[in-house]
């Protein structure tokens, strides 16, 4: 149970599909947020095809589902479908946030404190995905 007086210091980072490296357009599609001393990873990834068909002209969409189950399956620790999930939770977030040349990208990861890891990460989700 969280102490609701002590601040936390997180990061959080904006999960993206960017179906084209070469035109830089994405579309938001899900949050991974991390508080190292508590040993706290959450994410959520959401693939709406509704959002994503409006700026991907006719690009093959078929893989983003088990991409993002793979980036699922290593944010909540599952080693049994991922080895990358074993590592510490601070690990996988550096391993998640790493720039790399795919479809599933995050943004730089941003810093910040509060009280209420959860309630934190309900409010960017909604601010930021949604």
């Known amino acids: ?3 609701k007086s ?8 904006i999960v993206r599909y960017m179906p084209s490296m070469e035109r830089g357009e994405f579309v938001n599609i ?7 001393r508590r040993r706290w990873l959450r994410a959520r990834v959401d693939c709406n095809m509704d959002r994503i068909c409006a ?3 006719g690009t093959d969409t078929s893989g983003l589902e ?5 980036f699922r399956s ?3 620790g599952r080693p049994k479908d991922h080895p990358i999930a074993s590592l ?3 690990e996988r977030f550096r391993w998640l946030t790493a720039v790399r040349s795919a479809s599933i990208v995050t943004s730089r990861p941003h810093p910040g404190f509060t009280t209420d890891l959860d309630a934190t990460f309900e409010r960017l989700y909604s601010a930021l995905v949604l």
């Open 1 to 3: 149970m969280q102490n």
């Open 66 to 70: 088990p991409q993002c189950e793979v």
């Open 55 to 57: 700026i991907t002209h």
């Open 88 to 90: 510490p939770a601070e």
């Open 74 to 76: 290593i944010s909540e």
């Open 6 to 13: 002590e601040q936390h210091l997180y990061e959080y980072a």
């Open 30 to 36: 899900g949050l991974l947020m991390m508080c190292k």
